[in-house]
Structures are given as structure tokens and as C-alpha cells.
């Protein structure tokens, strides 16, 4: 298979990408809403249900700050962060973003950030400052540190996180190329380059 050909199975046109990106950021959104629906419905505040045992827990509350409850007196400076990662993924997907990988991770972020990010604009105790809706308690993910509950909006925030990373260190672009791919081509297009002409050579 010619690196052209693979090129185009991993790249998309502008529209293609932006409607994945939205496609999937929808159904994370939908998905974060719906289960906290359900939490708010079924489960009692503050009350471990277990699942499985030890393994999986649900355990329903609101947290007002970041990861571990931090910054519980900021809550509006976390709605700020969290709109203005949303408006750069939206940026990117409309003047950059033409790779698949990155269509499809951004997308799966993008839906997170708005889930936690509707929280903090709809729920109590206001706009700006909404508490976000946590039901997931796993104690065994944490090992010492102290556990976390989290929901369905952190979990693909978390893990997409992780998958900008690897795509980073891997060199792939947002159009789709890759840094190692580019570099190469730039030095075979500088070898094809004729070198000037001397004008004090001999004929």
C-alpha cells in the first residue's frame, strides 16, 4: 500500500471532519446527561450503592470544584477553563482538523468538556457555579492516593487526555501528516532542488 493511499484512508475533507467531531460530541453529551438523569432519579445522596462489591460503587454528590473536590471556592473559574477548551476544539475542527484520529478523539473530548460544562451553567446552585452531577466510585482505581468519584464527562475527558498525548508523541498532525513523513518529503524536495550555478567556474 503507497504512503498516498494510506494518506487518504486516515485523512478526512474539512466537513467530513467537523461532523464527526460534532457527531460524537453529542453522544458523549448525551450519554454524561442521561446517566446523571438516572443518579438524580435513583440514587440516594451520599449513600454507597454497591455494584460490585468493593470493584464498583455508585455513590451520588455534587462537587463544586475540580478533581478531588479542589478549588471548591473558584467554581466559576472551572466553567471559564472548561468554555474556552470547548471554543478551541470547535476552532480547530472548523480551520485545521482533517485527520480521522484526531476527528474522533477531539470529538470524544469535546463531548466531556460540555457535559461538566452544563453542569456548571444549569445546575444549582446557579449559572457559572452549577455543582457537577458525580456517581462513579471505583476505590481500587486510586491504590493510596484518596479516591475519586467522577461520571461519564470525566472519564472520556480523562482517557482523551491521554490519547492527545500519544497522538502528539507519535507526530501525527491535525491535517492528517505525520512530523517524521513531512521531514522526509521536505528533504527529498531540497535534493530535487539544482544547486545555483557557479559564475566563476570554467566552460
Known sequence: MSSRTSA??????????????????????A???FTKYL???????????????????????????????LGEGVTW??????AA??????????TRVRSRAWAIVLGLLLGGILGNL??????????LVGHVVDFIHTPWLWLW???????????FIVTMMIAVAVLVLLGRRFDGTREKDAATADAASDADVPAPADPHAQP
Open 39 to 69: 443518579a438524580l432519579q435513583n440514587l440516594p445522596e451520599r449513600q454507597a450503592v454497591p455494584v460490585l462489591g468493593d470493584f464498583l460503587q455508585l455513590y451520588l454528590t455534587f462537587n463544586p470544584g475540580a478533581a478531588f473536590s
Open 8 to 29: 487518504k484512508r486516515t485523512t478526512l475533507r474539512a466537513a467530513a471532519a467537523g461532523t464527526t467531531i460534532a457527531i460524537l460530541a453529542v453522544l458523549v453529551l
Open 118 to 127: 452544563t453542569d456548571r451553567l444549569l445546575r444549582a446552585p446557579g449559572f
Open 77 to 82: 473559574v472551572f466553567t471559564l477553563v472548561l
Open 145 to 155: 492516593f484518596p479516591s475519586a468519584i467522577y461520571n461519564i464527562a470525566d472519564m
Open 85 to 94: 477548551a470547548a471554543l478551541t476544539i470547535v476552532a480547530l475542527a472548523v
Open 31 to 33: 450519554a454524561d446527561q
